[in-house]
């Protein structure tokens, strides 16, 4: 009967690596393709929205620093999953669930702030704080039509108009949402056995995430919407991704990416072994095998080393 996992021994970077990024090669140029489009979002000129006297009342707020700054966002939304997946790595030592879930997170954190500088854009809304951009020295000028005529720095100004929805906090969805899916199918969080400690691990990457999205609120930077919009931004975009290369936590192999990681060289024997290595009962390889046939044949093409 076949299954999905290879029973071969261990599969590192050095002895499988390669193979596995070549399997996948158009998907890392279609990242890099997302990454460029992303680049030429940031240099779009965002929709300068009316604002009239009268809606200044609700963007007035104090122009302050940012609590969690912009280049902290990468290093936690990204770096930090990163470094916990190298961590299950040397462990585990399945190449193919590294490269999976590192691929799963770039393509999670990218899509999304793709998504979210697009809607910016697009939607020219005002930030809490608008007024002390456009008016630093606190004298507000309108044209005969009544909206704002800015005489503060062009590149202050052009932020103000970018608040919906939150990057900072879509950025953090997106990253840590994908984390603690992958967190929640390593640990079986979801095996019926009752282990609430479990839970509290998986929910802790998505108690920083939203504190990130507090942050933004706190400081005046965004609205309450803006945050609530980045937050289920990130966290969709996050829940994709993750299901595209790993089965839901709940599932039997929730533990074990789709395609199969233990790529040989040599004739391979694919073998579902849970965690614990004991041996899986034909009902469960049946309902395994019914509901991840994506799984067998992703073991056989990566072993033929299909594009």
């Not at 190449?95 to 999304?112: M, N, P």
């Amino acid at each position: 009967m076949r299954q999905n996992q290879c029973d071969t021994g261990p599969h590192t970077i050095q002895t499988h690596g390669a193979t596995v990024a070549w399997t996948y090669l158009y998907d890392w140029l279609n990242l890099m393709l997302v990454g460029l489009l992303l680049i030429t979002i940031h240099l779009v000129h965002p929709f300068y929205r009316f604002v009239g006297r009268n809606m200044m009342i609700d963007l007035k707020y104090p122009l302050k620093e940012n609590t969690v700054p912009f280049w902290a966002v990468p290093i936690i939304a990204v770096g930090l999953p990163t470094a916990i997946f190298i961590a299950i790595y040397f462990r585990k030592r399945d190449v193919c669930d590294l490269h999976h879930a590192i691929l799963g997170l770039l393509y999670s954190a990218l899509v999304t702030s793709v998504i979210t500088n697009a809607i910016k854009n697009a939607v020219g809304r005002p930030r809490p704080d608008f007024f002390w951009r456009c008016f630093p020295d606190g004298k507000d000028v309108y044209d005969r039509f009544g909206n704002v005529i800015c005489h503060g720095k062009d590149n202050v100004v052009h932020e103000g108009y970018r608040s919906f929805p939150s990057g900072h906090t879509s950025g953090s969805f997106a990253g840590l949402t994908f984390l603690s899916l992958y967190l929640a199918g390593k640990m079986q969080a979801f095996d019926h056995r009752g282990h609430i400690a479990k839970l509290c691990i998986v929910f802790l990457p998505l108690l920083l995430a939203s504190l990130i999205g507090i942050s933004r609120v706190d400081d005046y930077w965004h609205h309450w919407q803006d945050v609530f919009a980045g937050g289920l931004l990130g966290l969709v975009v996050a829940v994709f991704c993750y299901l595209h290369f790993f089965p839901p936590p709940y599932h039997s192999a929730g533990w074990f990416p789709h395609t199969c990681s233990r790529v040989s060289e040599m004739s391979v024997t694919c073998a579902g072994n849970a965690p614990n290595d004991r041996e899986r009962t034909d009902e469960q390889i049946g309902r395994q095998e019914n509901g991840s046939n994506r799984n067998v044949n992703g073991c056989a093409e990566l072993e033929s080393g299909g594009m």
